[in-house]
């Protein structure tokens, strides 16, 4: 499905990302674990194509992802939305309109300009929030909302562009704990239930252990661990954060608690925001 080759960035003397390799074969949702400059986002930013790369290729059944140009390339950021820690909402336009502007990509400039979006788009930007559990405050301004509402109203704008993939850098690295947990369970919802890819940056080792399939761990731009939950026990987090025998999992925790099981997650998730 996604193939990432040899992917590398430098920037002038420093190699951001270094020669990353990974496969995905079905949908799935993957944890970007390391420390701070250790290249995350800048990974997700190349394959987004926020960022160009130096060398390597992203490709994604059948297309050169890093080859793309114009409206191919545009075509691909819808596929593969992104999400980002300071949600990049808005903040003076209401909930809806925000939400609208996932369509952006297909639409015309003077049709954007005017706020003119067709009835059906409406609808379904509504029930997109409704599904979310923010539906009452699509009138709002974005201003006006939580950081964990205004999170969901950006996933909301990305699932309006209908992604295969969707990209979070550091989805709840500005949220108290228990908006963090809403967030990371309406990703969870929307891989499970949608079918799609969830790649996300994460600060915190629990809450890559107990939210994702697979976790991937970078150290100085390159990949060192890319495996199960299970196989990342504390030596392995401790090789991937680069940090000596006093490392402290706590250290980088957000405690959410309290640790379900799979089953009981989409329970709770189902709860939390429906
Ligand atoms: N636009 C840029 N210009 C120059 N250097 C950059 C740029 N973006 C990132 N870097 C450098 O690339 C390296 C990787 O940065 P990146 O932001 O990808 O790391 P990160 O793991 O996401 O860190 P954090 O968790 O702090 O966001 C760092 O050394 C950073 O300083």
Redesign the pocket.
């Known amino acids: 499905m996604l193939r990432i080759e040899q992917l590398t960035k430098t920037?002038g003397r420093?190699t951001?990302v270094d020669a990353a390799t990974v496969a995905v074969d079905k949908p799935m949702m993957i944890g970007i674990i390391?420390r701070?400059?250790?290249?995350?986002?800048?990974?997700l930013r190349m394959l987004n194509r926020l960022t160009d790369h130096t060398s390597g290729r992203v490709s994604c059944e059948g297309r050169e992802v890093t080859a793309l140009r114009g409206a191919e390339k545009r075509a691909w950021q819808a596929d593969c939305a992104m999400i980002f820690q300071q949600f990049n909402l808005v903040p003076r336009m209401d909930v809806v309109s925000n939400v609208l502007h996932g369509t952006l990509n297909r639409r015309s400039t003077l049709a954007t300009l005017f706020n003119l979006f067709p009835a059906a788009d409406i609808h379904r930007a509504i029930d997109i929030l409704d599904r979310l559990g923010i539906a009452e405050h699509a009138p709002k301004r974005a201003e006006a909302l939580s950081g964990g509402q205004q999170q969901r109203v950006a996933i909301a704008r990305a699932l309006m562009q209908d992604p295969k993939i969707i990209l979070a850098d550091?989805p709840i690295a500005s949220l108290d704990p228990m908006n963090a947990q809403i967030v990371m369970d309406a990703l969870r919802r929307i891989h499970e239930e949608d079918g799609r890819t969830v790649i996300a940056?994460l600060?915190t080792l629990d809450t890559a252990r107990r939210y994702c399939d697979r976790v991937i761990g970078?150290l100085h731009?390159r990949i060192v661990f890319d495996g199960t939950p299970e196989q990342l026990t504390t030596g392995v987090a401790r090789d991937i954060y680069g940090a000596d025998a006093g490392f402290s999992e706590a250290a980088t925790s957000t405690a959410i608690e309290p640790v379900e099981t799979a089953p009981e997650r989409a329970v709770h998730g189902a709860k939390a925001i429906v």
């Open positions: 920037f420093n951001a390391g701070s400059g250790a290249g995350k986002s800048t990974l550091e940056n600060h970078m731009g």
